[in-house]
């Protein structure tokens, strides 16, 4: 979170589930985040659109795409930062023991036009 704060990276991000409450209460409003630990509020399709993401399911680029996510902050060892650390179009802004950021190295329109 201290990284976010003192850098200027795109506000759209994904942040794992478990730091979403933490990182709006440090990070609002510079930053928005996907979904937080208030399921309730967010719904079932949003849940689900998120485990996609998380686990690599068919389709999880596209929601990123789609939500027009820029910024990735999620533990190391998720499947997702194996995933997008194999792909051209991300860059590892920050990573420790906990957690790495990763940053959509083309921007989304660009980005868009690639995946056509």
């Known amino acids: 979170m201290e990284f976010l704060q003192t850098n200027q990276e795109p506000p759209r991000a994904f942040i794992y589930y ?3 409450g933490y990182a709006i209460w440090n990070l609002y409003p510079r930053y928005q985040v996907f979904v937080d630990g208030r399921a309730d509020l967010y719904g079932d399709p949003l849940l689900r ?4 993401v998380i686990q690599l ?3 999880w680029n ?3 795409d ?5 910024t990735v902050l999620v ?3 998720s499947a997702l930062a ?3 650390l194999l792909d051209t179009h991300w860059k590892t802004a920050f990573s420790d ?4 950021l990763l940053v959509r190295d083309v921007p989304m329109s660009q980005d868009a036009e690639l995946l056509e």
């Open 18 to 20: 478990d730091w979403g």
């Open 49 to 52: 659109q998120f485990e996609d």
């Open 57 to 59: 399911r068919t389709g």
């Open 62 to 64: 596209r929601v990123l």
């Open 66 to 70: 789609d939500w027009g996510v820029q």
């Open 75 to 77: 533990p190391p060892t």
């Open 82 to 84: 194996q995933g997008l």
């Open 97 to 100: 023991v906990q957690s790495i």
